[in-house]
Nanobody, 114 residues
Framework: VQLVESGGGLVQPGGSLRLSCAAS????????MSWYRQAPGKERELVATITSARFSTDYADSVKGRFTISRDNAKNTAYLEMNSLKPEDTAVYYCHAAWIARYWGQGTQVTVSS
């Protein structure tokens, strides 16, 4: 089982990034996919979730209207489109899969700074 995040990096405030989470080793289409983030000295927090069947989405209040979660079951990949980025969005972003088991990716660093 693997979840491999990519797309992180350094971006200026107001900029955009698109994170990807490539899944393998399990039935991706059956799993609810989520993105979490953890900033230095803070607890890991849920950012966005997308369900397996109806692709229903939910977001943390802090990112609503700026971030969009999506998935492509044919490619076994989940995405997080992040716009209007703020310095407080700086964190390691983790991909998470949940159904009959739970899996985590290794994380990708997002730094928002001028």
């Amino acid at each position: 089982v693997q979840l491999v995040e990519s797309g992180g990096g350094l971006v200026q405030p107001g900029g955009s990034l698109r994170l990807s989470c490539a899944a393998s080793g399990f039935t991706f289409s059956r799993y609810t996919m989520s993105w979490y983030r953890q900033a230095p000295g803070k607890e890991r927090e849920l950012v966005a979730t997308i369900t397996s069947a109806r692709f229903s989405t939910d977001y943390a209040d802090s990112v609503k209207g700026r971030f969009t979660i999506s998935r492509d079951n044919a490619k076994n990949t989940a995405y997080l489109e992040m716009n209007s980025l703020k310095p407080e969005d700086t964190a390691v972003y983790y991909c998470h899969a949940a159904w009959i088991a739970r899996y985590w990716g290794q994380g990708t660093q997002v730094t928002v700074s001028s």
